[in-house]
């Protein structure tokens, strides 16, 4: 059976099986492309115009959350810090490593606990325990060899029909926190699907939206694959992801989320779901109708 993910504002709901969801603007009718930065990009991408240093003089700008984890696993826990202000709306996340320096990363958008990400109808958090005693940060073990050291993923809020912004961390090779990846993104699954040992991510980069009960917009799920050597990495993988949407989606229409592609729920003639262009899909229902 395949499942609807959608998720709407000011336009008709349609009954969802599992509510998913993940980014794309598509007001242009064009999709954005997911964007996989480089560390020092992601981290460009998340700082603000004012420096950390201004940060602190926010009227609300205060601590959310500290935590320890033994993130090196070598008995040495990592210092967690999560600071924001409701006013501003930024935020700010400090990782103290003995015998590092403080990794700072700062983000132009509130955190958001991580429950909050989730409906009540998916069972992503009853399906992976929290590694660490946060609110805000979510740690699993992508490998159960113990090879792979955790990966931390954060929220921001959604806003409308947009998923948030996910970030994952890492520590790279010299046991360093790296930003690997930052993206408009709503996890569905993290789990092993290529059978090497790894999990990957899967989830929805846009949102659907309906048309009436019978179109939605073609959203198709991204599958992010981590590459451990020479320095881990999470990319978008377009053969993982075609084989994910054929069994999970309405087939496979190419990697970006478009509002000039439709997937048609109800068919005239009958049969399963199928991917057309929007425009010849209107053609069709206005002729059904006369």
Not at 22 to 46: E, F, L, R
Not at 157 to 186: I, Q, R, W
Not at 252 to 278: N, Q, Y
Request: glycine share 6%; net charge negative; with cysteine.
């Amino acid at each position: 059976m395949k499942l609807i993910f959608s998720r709407t504002l000011g336009l008709s709901a349609i009954t969802l099986a599992v509510a998913l969801g993940i980014s794309c603007c598509k007001s242009d009718g064009k999709a954005a492309a997911p964007a996989n930065p480089t560390v020092s990009d992601a981290q460009a991408a998340a700082a603000p115009a004012a420096s950390p240093q201004d940060r602190t003089k926010l009227k609300d700008w205060g601590v959310a959350e500290e935590f320890d984890f033994d993130w090196q696993g070598n008995g040495e826990p990592a210092h967690f810090k999560i600071e924001q202000s409701a006013e501003e709306q930024v935020a700010r996340l400090t990782i103290n490593i003995k015998g590092q320096q403080d990794f700072v990363l700062d983000n132009d958008d509130a955190w958001d606990q991580f429950k909050n990400d989730f409906t009540s109808a998916e069972d992503f958090l009853s399906k992976h325990k929290n590694l660490a005693a946060s609110k805000y940060a979510y740690i699993l073990s992508p490998s159960n060899s113990g090879k792979l050291r955790p990966l931390v993923f954060l929220v921001t809020p959604e806003y409308g029909s947009d998923p948030g912004n996910l970030f994952v961390l890492a520590l790279d090779s010299s046991a360093h926190p790296k930003v690997m990846l930052k993206t408009t993104f709503h996890i569905k699954e993290f789990r092993d699907l290529d059978g090497d040992g790894v999990a990957e991510i899967a989830g929805l980069p846009c949102f659907s939206q309906t048309s009436g009960e019978d179109m939605l917009t073609y959203d198709p799920l991204h599958v992010y694959k981590l590459q451990a050597t020479p320095e881990p990495e999470l990319k978008l993988s377009l053969p993982l992801s075609q084989e994910y949407n054929l069994k999970h989606y309405y087939g496979w229409a190419g990697p970006d989320c478009s509002e000039d592609l439709a997937v048609v729920l109800h068919p005239p003639g009958g049969g399963k779901p199928v991917i057309m262009k929007t425009e010849e899909a209107k053609k069709m229902f206005g002729k059904k109708k006369k």
